[in-house]
Each structure stands twice: as structure tokens, then as C-alpha cells.
């Protein structure tokens, strides 16, 4: 891809040469001779060994290599990556060793790996790359352009939209965790709800969604996951929901549109948080506990700002016991005065 | 199966019609015709579309449709559940792709799913399940009426019990993790021991039960435990526990029969929590601690009273600091007037 | 093993018999005969039933069997327990079942177990075993005398070291957590570097290392890792770092040489542990955050001295608040004499 093919396909402005050939994007700092890189700021980029830069609109360096001005430098790079760096292409192929069930229907140009397994009645869409090992169980709909990595599984029933990714060891449809007490046993709650994927969604490595007890679990369009989260039974996950790693998400919970979970968090059963919330990491949020927009952190959650009050607070506490007790000296001082008069 | 059918198999009062026939459990809202809901508080059940109703003792509504009065009806609808929703039932099979050890005992009925690996000398009790991809090492003995899960792992020499289920990508028996450092590495301290799980036993996907360093790792009869949980080596679970999602139990731990375990909780070596003990989520346990019956909170835990009101008073800080400067400015004030006397 | 051929390998002093044989190692309180145990405290070795202990240099009971003084106990019984136990041998096969890319090379003695695959143009060193299910993708490299059990997966272009052991479950290399919000999507952040890890590195069950975005992820040399570890695109661990299991690595953090991470311990990204820092268990980092020596813990990590004063400060609220209530009612006794005055 040439500078100006670049430019072109950016709607970027290009300063310097058009003809330069683009093989790749990197780190500026680790960049060569073929690369394009990118910079945030409009500050030095000194010493860089690429072959063209994506800057920012207020970018004012004297560089000898040429850069494309645009407003949204990451943005841009990451669109130019897809390009330059498109996701592996296997040729399609049903692996000998796959185990593919009669009644299962596979859409064109898909890729069965080795040691794969397709249940009955499932029905795997266009381009849909299933790797060695994955396994999918009877009745699951799986739609086009996904990637199964390698050992991923997926219990039957289980729908699956399209351009969907789960990572190596992702768990789909497992039976949620609900029990009822009888004397001396717990008797398992029915776990035969389902699991519903929409469109555009990764869920990283070794993440696992149970299906709903009754109903079903949901994960809505273009949320990203990370890896080891956990999803329980009954959880409605919105749209462009981003979780981090190690997050778990209890029961019945809903996460609205663009929420945003960091890592290790945990949230309680039949909580919701709303639209544009923003949870920090390792922040606990309690059973049926509304959380509204805004920043929040801690366990149990509160708004950012006074978390951070509350944080201080408490590292000033030894300064307020001081006080005290100099206040109590005072004190003692004035009433021996006064018992003295 | 009828409506009167399950009003003698629940020993419960049949009130309206006992001649419908019921195909499915299904949550009140979403129930539709053919199936069986419950509620568990006597409150209006109206408009749901449900064939009948498990109700509590004390119902009382003016419905059209037959229910049963029971005095735990969530109870009664996961025993009504086990038999209109019986597990799968896999046809007995060894698959072709199975490599299974000459040495090996099959029981009977069992299915040995695709790709799936049995080792030398290991058992496999009547009609035990190893889904896709299941691997069992060599003298491992798994009793009858298991399922192992797609991808489930269990290391050589471990001992499963009857009736177990071990969720997809659940690894038992690998190395616990001890070493000894000796100057400039680790070396790693033995990890020859075993695992015990006994019957009834639950583990959810991507859970971990180590093998004992020397000695055993053992999970008690009739334990549940959630999704992506760590049971590090030699740990000592009692029977019936329960233990939610994501959590860790240290080296050496001992939980006592009938503890409940929240999500994300971290539990140091060599603790013991006691029976009947209930530890709320992302709690954590020092090394070495009791926990005694009751209910526990926070890192380190303290009983969930003594929680509550500590989080109280921090929250209540910044009241008390603006008190302590309310009391120093009318102390000032004071010391002023003494000093203009 | 004689016992004095266990005194001369680990250079220690023997008391007693030199000629009894051991054939394994045990705890010293299920030892039989013919297992050697250790005690790490100079106390009573009473009643146990082991051929032979390894004793503290200041070891001075009593006891009929033969012992070995040495410094460290503890190393001395891992290093012969090293030897007792050696890591099981599986002859060397490819079995028929492995799908071997015909560009792979393999070493000799490798053992290359049932449903694995190798990729094209993979290595895999001398004496190295894929145990089943073990997938490595395109381009991998492996060094020799690893075991990669059961259902690892190392995807494309990862490198690993000599005496690597990777558990169950393992996952190197899937794409890291990183996207570009485009107003009502997530734009995928380019995730094409690379996971080396270093020589004699082992990893828990069903752990995670997401390989570099544009560079490369590292795992230093002699590092431990626990099971459901999550490290993130980036993350540069130096050598013999040791962590426990649950615990979660951000983005591009660093941890340098021979640091000690606590279990469920999570770290933002861009952060530096330095050497020989020790951070509790559940102990948060902030993200750019800078830990020095010493020991660390809570969420955001403190030092050790300072979170334990700070707990206790807590603690003592209650009686903080009654003092300044006592004063409250103190001062306002003065003021009401002074009135009356």
C-alpha cells in the first residue's frame, strides 16, 4: 500500500512523497524501513525509522519522512493495520479427522480444523474458521466470519452471530451455578435456559458464559471480553460493552449499552449498571445495586470522586488522631486553669 | 407428565384440574402453555400463561389454571425439573478416534466421546460420560454416572466418585505450586500427591483442583463449585460446600462441611474456615486464620456486623473531621476569651 | 537410593545407617518405609514412621533412624525428591493420530501424543513432549526437555525456551485486549507481536499470555507462574519472578527480576514492580504506579508497615469518635460555666 493509497483511504492529509511502499504497521520506536507508525501527540518524533507517520492535526515537527495528518491518529492506525495485517487466512478446508454430525450444515468456505467436533442440527455460516479442537454441540447456530480458536466450545443450543471471535478455551452454554438446599444435598436448579452471542463480539481465552437457568444469557452486539471473565447464567450484556480481564459478572445482572468493567471486578447478582458507567478495577459492586453513569471504584462501589475523598480521608486519619489528642491536652489545660481560678 | 403426577411426587396439595399434561419447566413470565412454573412468595401470579403453579403453602390468589401448594416451592420445581428435564442421554459409544489404554476398565453403558484419551490402568465406572476431547490419565478411576465435559482434564493417578460432573476445560491434578528457592532459581518442591473428589460433586468450566504436594487434595461429597475457581494443593474440602465463581483457596486449607464460599474470595495457606461459615464475595482470609461460624466480609474478613459498621464510620469521616475543627475553633475561641480576661 | 548415597549428592553429614534404601519421598507424618521426610525446625522428629530425615544442622534428637544434617532442609528433600521422582517418561512417539505440519522439524526423543497439532515451519527442541490435545500454530518455536500437557495451545510465531512446562489449559499468545473506540464501534488495535518465554518457566493450568500488540510479551528466565494467571499484551516479567494464582497482569507493565506477586493480586497497565518487590495477596497497583522494594499490600498497594497502621487506624474509629464526643461535651460544660460566669 503506497503513502497515497493511504491518505486516500484515511481521508488524511499527506505531507511528503505518495509513492512510498507500506508493508506493515509498528511502534514507532521499534519501527524500519516499510513501516508506518503512529504518534498522539504532536511532540517530537525523533529518531523513528519509519517510513511514515500518522500524527495528529496540530503535528508541527520537521520530519523528513512522510505523515498523514488526521484527527484520530490511533484511530487511524488501527484502521490502516486491518488492512496491512488481516486476520490469518486459512483455506477452507473439513478436516479428515472432524466430526461433523449428517444433519449439521456448513456455509461456504469454512474451515473445520482437526480434532473438531459439529453437533446435530448445527449450522455453521460463511467463512467461519473453526480450529483444531473446537467443539460445537448439536443444535448451535454459528454465523459467518467467526473464528473459534483452538479448543473453544460451545454447548448445544447456543447461538453465535456473525464475525464473532472466541479466543482459545472460551466456554459457552455450560450450566449456570444454581442449586436449591433439601436437607442434607443441594439439588441443582434446571440449567437449561441458552446462550445468545450477537454480532461483532470477542470474548478472550479461557472466558466462559453459562446459559441461562430458564432463559437466556446475552451478549450484545460488538462487546469485547477479555480473557478469564465470567459470565453467569441470566446476564443480559449490552452493546460496545468493554469488560477486562478477570471480571465476573453474577446472575441475572444486565450491563447496559457502553458500559465499561475493568478488571477483576466483580458484580453481584441482579445488579444493573447503566449506560456509560465506568468501573474500575477490582471494584465490587452489591447484589441488586443500581449503578448509574458516571466513574466508580471501590468495593462496595461509589462514585469516583468520593472514593478518592473516603482514600484520602482515611490516610489522613493518623494527622486527625493527632488532633484530637492535642485538642484533649487543651482542653485539660483550660480546665485545670479554671479549677485553679 | 400430569398435573396429578406431580402432585404425588411432590406430595403436594393438587388444587384445580389433575389431568393436565405438563412437558416443561419454565420461569412464571415466560411460561407458556405445557409448562410448570413456581413463585415463592404468595403473591399475584397473574398473567402468566404457565399450565400450572408451585406455590407456597399460604397462596391464595384467584387463578384459573391447577397448582400445588408446597412449602418450598423453588425446591419442588428443581425436583419437578430433574425429571422432565433429564440430563442428556448419550447412546453408549466408544468412538472410533478414542485412544483408550489396553489396561483401561470400561464400565458399562459408558460413552467415550471423540478424541478422547484414557490412560493405563484407569477406571471408568457404568455409564460415566467423557464428552469430546475428555482426557483422563493413567490410574485414574472415575466412578459411575459422570460427566466429564468437553476438554476436561484429569492427571494421572486422581480419583473421581460417582455422580460428578466436571464442567468443560476443568483440569484436575496438575502440579501444585511450591518451590524452594536455592540462591539464583527455584526448584520446584514435589508435587507427588493426589486428588480425591467424592461423589456429587459439581466443578464448573476452567476450574483448577491441584494435586497434594505429598498428600491429597480432596473434595468432599455433595461440594458445588462455580466457574474458574483455583483449589490449590492439598486443600481440604468438607462436604456439601458451596463456592462461587473465580475464587481461590490457598495450600493446605481446610473448609469444613457446609460452608458457602462467595465469588472471587481469596483464602490464604493453611486457613480453616468452619462449618457453616458464609465468607461474602472478594472477601480475603490471612494465612492461618479460623473462620468460625457466622457471616464474614472484607479483606482480612471481619463478621459482617463489625464490616457494616466500619464502613459506616469511614464513610462517616469527613463529618467527624468537620467536628474535631468545630471543636478546635470553639476551643480557640475559649482560650481567647481566657486570655483577654 | 541408599542413604549414603543421599548424603554425599546433597553434601550433608549422615547420622546413622548408610545403607538403607529409600525409594521416595513423603511428609513426615504419613513417611513409611522406605521414604525419607524432612523437618525444617530442630524440634521432636517423634513418631514417624520414614527410613531416613533431613534435619536442620541444629538437629539434635534422639531418634533411632538415620538422618542428614543439612542447612535447608526443605531444598535438600526437593532436590532428592528430584531425583526419587523424576518427571514421568514417555517414550518417545508421534502418534498417528498428530497432525505434523511437514515444514515442522522435530527433535530427537520428542514425544508427540495423541489429537496434537504442529504448525508449519514449527520447532519443536530434543525430549520435548505435546501431550494430548497440545496444539502449537505456525512458525512456534519450542526448546527441548518441555512438557506442554494436555489441550495447551501456543499460537503462531511464539517462542518458548529449554524445560518449559506449560499445564493444562494453557494458553500463549492470543490477541491481546486492545480496540479503538469509531464513535459506535470498537475498532480492533493491531495485536500482531509475539510471546517469548524464557527457559525454565512454568505456568498453571488454564493461564493466560496474550501476546504483544506491535512488540513482544516476555517471560524471563526461571519465572513461576500459578494457575488462571492472567498476563496481558506487553507485560515484560524478568527472571525467577514467582506468581501466585488469579492475579492479572495489565498492559506493557514490567516486572522486573526475582519479584514475588501474591494470588488475585491485580496490576494496571503501564506500571513497574522492581526487583525484589512483595506484593499481598488481592493487593491492587495502579496503573503507572512504580513499586519498590520492600512488601507491599491493599488496594493501591502501600508499603506493608504503613496499610497495617492504616488498618489498625480504622479499627480504632469507634473509639476515635467517642474521644471527640467526650470533648464535644467537655467543652461544652466549660462554655456553659463560663456563661454563667
Not at 448509574?292 to 469516583?304: A, E, M, S
Amino acid at each position: 500500500m503506497k503513502t497515497r493509497e493511504i491518505a486516500d483511504f484515511l481521508s488524511a492529509e499527506l505531507v511528503g512523497e505518495g509513492t512510498i511502499e507500506i508493508e506493515r504497521v509498528a511502534a514507532l520506536s521499534s519501527a524500519s524501513a516499510g513501516a508506518i507508525a503512529f504518534i498522539e501527540k504532536a511532540d517530537a518524533a525523533a529518531g523513528t525509522n519509519a517510513s511514515c507517520l500518522i500524527v495528529p492535526l496540530d503535528f508541527a515537527d520537521d520530519v523528513s519522512l512522510p505523515y498523514l495528518r488526521t484527527k484520530d491518529p490511533k484511530l487511524a492506525f488501527a484502521l490502516v493495520a486491518a488492512i496491512l495485517h488481516p486476520p490469518k487466512d486459512r483455506p477452507a478446508q473439513i478436516h479428515d479427522s472432524a466430526v461433523v454430525s449428517e444433519s449439521a450444515i456448513l456455509g461456504n468456505e469454512v474451515f473445520i480444523g482437526a480434532f473438531t467436533c459439529v453437533g446435530d442440527n448445527a449450522t455453521v455460516g460463511d467463512a467461519t474458521h473453526l480450529r483444531a479442537g473446537a467443539k460445537i454441540g448439536d443444535n448451535v447456530k454459528i454465523g459467518s466470519n467467526c473464528v473459534l480458536h483452538p479448543n473453544v466450545f460451545v454447548e448445544d443450543g447456543c447461538t453465535i452471530g456473525d464475525n464473532v471471535i472466541l479466543h482459545s478455551g472460551v466456554v459457552i452454554g455450560a450450566d449456570g451455578f444454581g442449586y436449591v438446599r433439601d436437607r442434607e444435598r443441594h439439588i441443582k436448579f434446571p440449567q437449561i435456559g441458552t446462550v445468545v452471542i450477537e454480532d461483532n463480539v470477542e470474548i478472550g481465552a479461557n472466558s466462559c458464559v453459562d446459559r441461562g437457568a430458564l432463559g437466556e444469557t446475552r451478549i450484545g452486539e460488538g462487546t469485547k471480553i477479555d480473557n478469564l471473565v465470567q459470565i453467569a447464567h441470566n446476564v443480559q450484556i449490552g452493546k460496545r460493552v468493554v469488560i477486562a480481564a478477570q471480571t465476573g459478572i453474577s446472575g441475572s445482572t444486565v450491563l447496559e449499552d457502553d458500559c465499561v468493567i475493568g478488571g477483576q471486578v466483580g458484580i453481584g447478582d441482579h445488579a444493573r449498571v447503566q449506560s456509560d458507567a465506568i468501573i474500575g478495577s477490582q471494584a465490587g459492586v452489591l447484589p441488586g445495586k443500581i449503578v448509574r453513569p458516571g466513574i466508580w471504584w471501590g468495593t462496595p462501589v461509589q462514585p469516583l470522586d468520593e472514593y478518592k475523598r473516603q482514600n484520602a480521608m482515611v490516610k489522613g486519619l493518623s494527622r486527625l488522631r493527632d488532633e484530637v489528642k492535642e485538642l484533649r491536652t487543651k482542653l485539660v489545660e483550660l480546665q485545670d486553669h479554671k479549677s485553679e481560678e
